[in-house]
């Protein structure tokens, strides 16, 4: 392991995105307290939530983890787009680091950067009401798979999109629609049947659900099977990332 070389990436990343703290982490923590005014007044009469949760208490754990996982996604994505258009990606790729050292940096700074909003929605949450904390080790646990995937995953999308559009087109059109599709502002169980069991094919809905039982200890499904889901998930982004760092897809040409 190259320690220094695998750091010194690594804090190339975390500088990328803390330079510009107020968009990367201020903005995010903003929009979901904006969508936890309005939903937990609009809709908390209309939303079934958990046992013995209320809508307001349901909804937060549901908007950390949204934004973790969209913000992980964007970090790597955006890192390794940019750097592919401006041609300095080059300069990485020539350093003495594996490619499992170099999808790791990448994977690590996304997590971080997940967690730093979600971290700050949930600070910020307490000043509007007390959020419980039934299994912190648990929470803990489902945001590093959430963020180590949607980091995985970005760097897929990075790898993959020759142009912004394209990974704009990624984001909007398959981050966006699974992150709110995945019970952040509902229980499946009040869905009808049908979409309900649509649900079960989301893998985000897993690191959701999972993380809020976390919080309550109750969920939507059990959390031993959002666990294997979400480690599934995980294994699977990051195989096909390093693969195709491995084989120098669409980064040596």
């Known amino acids: 392991m190259n320690w220094r070389g695998w750091y010194t990436l690594l804090y190339k990343e975390l500088l990328r995105f803390y330079k510009v703290a107020l968009q990367t982490i201020g903005a995010p923590i903003i929009t979901a307290l904006l969508y936890l005014l309005v939903f937990s007044h609009v809709l908390a009469s209309n939303v079934q939530a958990l046992p013995g949760v209320t809508y307001g208490h349901f909804l937060i754990p549901g908007l950390m983890m949204m934004s973790l996982i969209q913000n992980a996604f964007a970090n790597s994505s955006s890192s390794i787009i940019q750097s592919k258009v401006t041609g300095n990606l080059i300069f990485i790729l020539m350093t003495p680091l594996s490619s499992a050292e170099f999808l790791l940096a990448f994977v690590v700074a996304s997590i971080v950067r997940g ?7 949930y600070v910020m949450a307490l000043f509007f009401m007390k959020l ?9 646990l489902f945001a590093v798979l959430a963020g180590g995937a ?12 020759d142009k912004f559009d394209q990974m704009a087109g990624f984001q909007n059109f398959i981050i966006m629609p699974l992150s709110f599709l995945s019970g952040v502002f509902y229980s499946i169980h009040s869905l009808p049947p049908v979409w309900a069991k649509v649900s079960h094919f989301n893998p985000f809905f897993y690191m959701i659900d999972g993380f809020r039982y976390g919080f309550f200890g109750v969920s939507d499904v059990a959390p031993w099977t959002s666990l294997v889901a979400a480690l599934l998930f995980l294994a699977l982004t990051t195989a096909v990332a390093l693969g195709m760092v491995v084989r120098g897809y669409k980064l040596r040409s």
């Open 132 to 140: 419980p904390l039934v299994h912190p080790l648990v929470a803990l």
């Open 115 to 121: 967690f730093l909003v979600a971290a700050g929605i």
């Open 150 to 161: 949607l980091g995985s995953l970005g760097v897929i999308a990075g790898i993959w999109a």
